[in-house]
């Protein structure tokens, strides 16, 4: 999610948005080289696209503030999967 949040959505969450998005679609996380062009250009258009939706979007709620909204999804990851371990390395 990234609309609503204060401080807003930078770029760099915009673009790494569209990559999810369009490594999901395309069912790979590296394209071939034959598809390499065609996996940037769709990355370009959904990071621009995601930007569009998010300055056009309007709401009376006010604005998340994200370390509050990470823990909060850190205590249902451990609810749901237990705590998390730590590891040596």
Do not use: C, W
Not at 36 to 42: C, G, K, S, V
Not at 60 to 83: F, I, L, M, N
Request: proline letters at 7%; hydrophobic letters at 40%.
């Amino acid at each position: 999610m990234l609309h609503n949040f204060e401080p807003p959505a930078t770029e760099d969450e915009i673009e790494a948005a569209a990559i999810q998005y369009v490594r999901k679609v395309s069912g790979t996380t590296r394209p071939s080289a034959a598809n390499e062009e065609a996996f940037a250009e769709a990355v370009r258009a959904v990071t621009a696209a995601t930007r569009t939706l998010l300055d056009g979007l309007v709401t009376k709620a006010p604005p998340r503030d994200r370390e509050v909204e990470a823990a909060k999804a850190r205590a249902r990851a451990a609810e749901r999967y237990g705590p998390r371990e730590a590891t040596s390395v």
